[in-house]
């Protein structure tokens, strides 16, 4: 530890109180607000991750449309709806799929009642394995399974949002029965989901039954099918495995991208990467700017420094300093005064995002767009490399000025 | 000890040269001490600064203690300054923010030496120009004098070759002159080359010969009597 060298750096910072402080507050400003984006970055990231999380990661959904090529003399035009037996050609012959379920749409007012109360509710008829696709949460009871389709019981599985609409006094609603578009269901379970909200006011029919009922025809208007491959080359396989086996089923080209459609959410996943990715490098610009406008407070200041003491760095070399010792004077000082105020910067930032995690857990805040931000320390070490350099660079030129100061003419300054 | 033979030495204003040195020729036995003279203008600030290693001549030749001093990287300069060379100036460039004994250590710093002995060296040279009691005061606790006399401490602390005063007593009184000039006397007794610059007579008449510099040329060698 070099004691006079250190001594000389306080007693210059200690001799300018505040050009230090709104010196050391420009750097501190800078790297506290790269700290901030990246946490809010992260925050918004890991919101949008939780939604992909929710559901199961690689899921194709599967909408029919209106055929729009001639093929095997038939005309352009045609409509291409699903039934049943598209779900079981899914889940038989495409290699590689983890579970299908069909949805279907209930049009009308939807009213489901019970005792006195009449409300609207999202009606879902799907199939068992649909539990697995939503990620759905069992928190009573069961969900539907294949022997509720098969004999087209009338049951159904409620939101735990329905049940506190609904019948917020009853503890255990299964084997209570609810009046849905006029027919009596019964309650076999009530679930949770961790996505949004609304899914949680959903009611889960059997598909088998709806069709039977409601619609008297075997009808599906949006298959899903998930995979467990994380690999796009493979998930555009079997996106053209499920193409061409609806095409020989319903005859239609399969290069006419308008007889269905498909939807893959791992697909949009990578878009996601990509875009946060460029988001990221987007905050870490935005970022490192200010961090530059701070160093170049820095070097001015330290300009300034070399120029107030330059009488002083006359004296120093007449008494035998070499220009490298002055350089690392100055160097060393602007390094100090960077990495401490930085050093603060960094702990503040990282300890506003820190607080604003630990509230947003402790009253359980849960907003759509903001969830769980976090500060990793690969972020704070390169803040902390990027402060040493910014230091350096700061006080370089400064140094390097002070450095060729010629010792006759600083000391008759 | 100091040989010097035809210094040339011109600075550049704008378009005009001036020629500042006009090929001095002098020389500095070891143990002698020496003043230089001259009205202003006529380089003697100008050969002082060539003598210190902190201006650079053009042409001519310099050997300081039998090494020649040329074409010198500022590195080598700085070594030479510290390791052959007192200063002493007549506004005394002690460190405002150091004490007394922090600004006699100062020079042994860029001789890396130990913090302790450094300091312990310094009481010693404190000591001898009679000012250890003030060793924990900062110069503008000090008179004129009591700063010269750290001054020339710090000047003799890495036992110079050669201590070369500028204008040493330029800035004090009569009487702290002849004190500072008795003291200048005593170092040179035990042995010490030294360089005294001066405009003053009684000064010039205190040294052992007097070299009179005019246009930048050595008018005469005196020896004093």
Not at chain 1, 304 to 317: A, L, N, P, W
Not at chain 2, 187 to 203: F, K, L, P, R, Y
Request: with cysteine; proline share 3%; aromatic share 10%.
């Amino acid at each position: 530890m070099d004691f006079d060298k250190w001594q000389e750096i306080f007693e210059s910072l200690r001799r300018h109180k505040l050009r230090t402080i709104l010196t050391a507050i420009s750097v501190w400003w800078g790297i506290f607000m790269l700290i901030i984006l990246l946490g809010a970055g992260s925050g918004l990231e890991n919101s949008a991750k939780r939604d992909f999380e929710d559901d199961s990661m690689n899921t194709f959904f599967i909408y029919g449309g209106v055929t729009s090529l001639p093929h095997k003399g038939l005309k352009p035009g045609r409509y291409i709806q699903f039934d049943n037996e598209d779900r079981e050609i899914l889940d038989e012959r495409i290699e590689g799929i983890e579970y299908t379920s069909g949805r279907l749409w209930l049009w009308g007012d939807n009213l489901t009642k019970y005792e006195d109360k009449a409300l609207s509710f999202d009606l879902r008829p799907v199939h068992p394995e649909h539990l697995h696709i939503e990620k759905t949460i069992i928190e009573q009871g069961r969900f539907l399974n294949e022997a509720d389709l098969g004999s087209f019981r009338k049951v159904c599985v409620i939101g735990d949002l329905v049940k506190e609409e609904l019948m917020p006094n009853i503890a255990d609603p299964v084997g209570q029965y609810v009046n849905i578009k006029g027919i009596d269901f019964m309650i076999v379970g009530v679930f949770t989901d961790k996505g949004w909200e609304g899914e949680r006011k959903n009611i889960y029919l059997p598909i088998t039954t709806v069709q039977k009922v409601f619609y008297g025809r075997d009808r599906i208007s949006q298959l899903l099918a998930t995979s467990d491959s994380k690999n796009m080359e493979e998930t555009m396989m079997m996106k053209e495995r499920i193409i061409s086996s609806l095409a020989t089923r319903h005859n239609f080209d399969k290069e006419d991208n308008q007889a269905i459609y498909i939807w893959n959410n791992f697909e949009n996943f990578k878009d996601f990467q990509t875009f946060f990715g460029m988001l990221k490098g987007f905050l870490w610009f935005v970022g490192i700017g200010s961090i530059l406008a701070g160093v170049i407070g820095v070097s001015n200041i330290m300009l300034i420094i070399v120029k107030d003491r330059t009488r002083e760095i006359g004296i120093r070399k007449a008494l035998g300093a070499t220009p490298r010792s002055i350089i690392s004077m100055i160097v060393t000082e602007s390094v100090f005064l960077t990495g401490i105020s930085g050093y603060v910067g960094v702990l503040s930032g990282f300890g506003i995002i820190e607080l604003l995690g630990y509230a947003m857990e402790k009253f359980e805040v849960e907003l759509e767009f903001f969830y769980k931000p976090q500060i990793s320390p690969a972020v704070i070490f390169s803040a902390l490399l990027i402060l040493i350099i910014a230091g350096v660079v700061a006080g370089y030129f400064p140094a390097k000025k002070a450095a060729t100061i010629s010792a006759v003419e600083a000391m008759n300054n | 000890m100091i040989e010097i033979n035809n210094i040339k030495k011109s600075y550049k204003t704008g378009s005009t040269e001036l020629q500042v040195l006009k090929g001095v020729n002098m020389h500095v036995e070891p143990g002698e001490l020496v003043s230089i003279m001259g009205s202003s203008g006529s380089g003697k600030s100008t050969l002082l600064n060539v003598l210190g290693l902190l201006d650079k001549y053009d042409s001519g030749s310099y050997l300081l203690n039998n090494v020649k001093m040329e074409g010198l990287s500022e590195k080598e300069a700085a070594f030479y300054r510290n390791r052959f060379l007192g200063f002493v100036f007549q506004s005394f460039n002690l460190l405002p923010f150091k004490t007394a004994l922090e600004n006699v250590a100062l020079p042994l710093y860029y001789q890396k030496v130990d913090r302790k002995e450094r300091l312990r060296k310094a009481e010693q040279y404190l000591e001898r120009v009679g000012l250890l009691n003030w060793k924990d005061h900062y110069p503008n606790e000090m008179s004129g004098g009591q700063k010269q006399r750290v001054a020339i401490a710090r000047s003799l602390i890495t036992e110079p070759k050669v201590v070369l005063a500028d204008e040493p007593t330029g800035a004090l009184d009569s009487v702290t002159s002849e004190e500072i000039m008795a003291l200048f006397k005593e170092v040179h007794a035990s042995g010490m080359t030294m360089v005294v610059v001066t405009h003053e007579n009684e000064i010039a008449a205190q040294t052992q010969r007097v070299i009179r510099l005019s246009d930048g040329l050595v008018k005469n060698q005196v020896p004093v009597l």
